[in-house]
């Protein structure tokens, strides 16, 4: 069963531009959630959605939003980039929506540079 | 509010020898709680869960029992090897998301 993919791996962009990072979850996962992780702030929740639909959202600016489509794929996108959004954005998915009992499946992150 | 607290790494290691790293955590309710591993230039993987009090999660070798008296979560393993370098993180989920500690760095020398 092919796991959690991301892509792409390595992106770098300058401040102002927007970014859109894209995620294959594992078949028949339908929960895919998205995770910033920097250095000083550690791991921290973006959103997650589930059928299409977001469930629940990080406290993050309006400049981070997600998609999810028909197949559960997903799409970030974060516009009018900031040096300090330079990050891993990692992205995981689950069967179900029930964190607690719902086992997350993280992919490789996508490393995102802001020069 | 939700939190966790790990302790600070690196943790420098021989191999075979005994690991602690501390988790405390914050929450309402009563959480789930977990340890992800994050290998050199992969992903989180989970390694173990509790979802009660005085459960304990194993696996690989390492465990960690939830206590609820002291909101602790502390991972063990009697014997580690070098290839149980890398970062670890203690999460808690009060469902509808994963909170993760800062991470603590594992180094393991021959």
């Known amino acids: 069963k092919a796991g959690v993919t991301q892509t792409p791996r390595y992106l770098i962009k300058t401040r102002g531009q927007q970014v859109t990072l894209s995620c294959s979850p594992i078949s028949g996962h339908r929960s895919v959630s998205w995770y910033q992780q920097t250095p000083g702030q550690g791991l921290q929740f973006l959103f997650e959605?589930?059928?299409?639909?977001?469930?629940n959202k990080g406290n993050f600016p309006g400049r981070f939003s997600g998609r999810q489509f028909s197949n559960s794929r997903s799409e970030m996108n974060v516009s009018t980039l900031e040096l300090g959004d330079s990050a891993l954005y990692l992205c995981?998915?689950?069967?179900?929506?029930?964190?607690?009992?719902?086992?997350?499946?993280f992919g490789p992150g996508t490393r995102l540079t802001v020069l | 509010g939700n939190s966790v607290t790990q302790m600070e790494g690196p943790v420098t290691l021989s191999e075979e020898a005994f690991l602690t790293i501390n988790c405390t955590y914050t929450a309402t309710g009563y959480p789930s709680l977990f340890w992800y591993v994050q290998y050199p230039g992969e992903g989180l993987q989970l390694l173990l869960k509790?979802?009660?009090?005085?459960d304990k999660g194993s696996n690989k070798g390492f465990e960690a029992t939830y206590r609820k008296e002291t909101t602790s979560f502390h991972l063990e393993k009697g014997s580690v090897q070098v290839s149980d370098s890398a970062v670890y993180f203690c999460?808690?989920?009060?469902?509808?998301?994963?909170?993760f500690g800062t991470g603590t760095r594992l180094q393991v020398f021959p």
């Open positions: 509790a979802t009660k009090a005085d």
């Open positions: 959605y589930f059928s299409e639909t977001q469930r």
């Open positions: 999460a808690l989920s009060p469902t509808d998301k994963l909170i």
């Open positions: 995981a998915s689950s069967l179900g929506t029930d964190f607690s009992y719902n086992e997350q499946f």
